[in-house]
């Protein structure tokens, strides 16, 4: 449902992150994981998780892309 979901709205993305969504705020913008988000810079663009950390904070947290920006979620301390 998340996939059609992604394909019928026209929702602010992070390029390359569709399998680290989690799901849409109430406010209609997409909630993204980190550790998800964290794995896919490992496993498809080579990093180390110091690496990836780093990339993932400076470069796709901190970009600003308006008000309708993603949301992103450490989620690891509900469980």
Not at 31 to 46: Q, R
Request: hydrophobic content about 45%; overall charge negative; aromatic content about 12%.
């Amino acid at each position: 449902m998340l996939k059609q979901i992604l394909s019928d709205v026209d929702f602010v993305k992070a390029h390359g992150f569709d399998d680290a969504v989690i799901g849409v705020s109430s406010k209609e913008v997409l909630i993204y994981s980190v550790p998800k988000t964290i794995d896919i810079l490992m496993a498809e663009h080579g990093m180390s998780y110091i690496e990836a950390v780093d990339y993932f904070h400076h470069n796709i947290e901190q970009a600003y892309v308006g008000d309708k920006a993603p949301i992103w979620v450490v989620e690891d301390f509900l469980n």
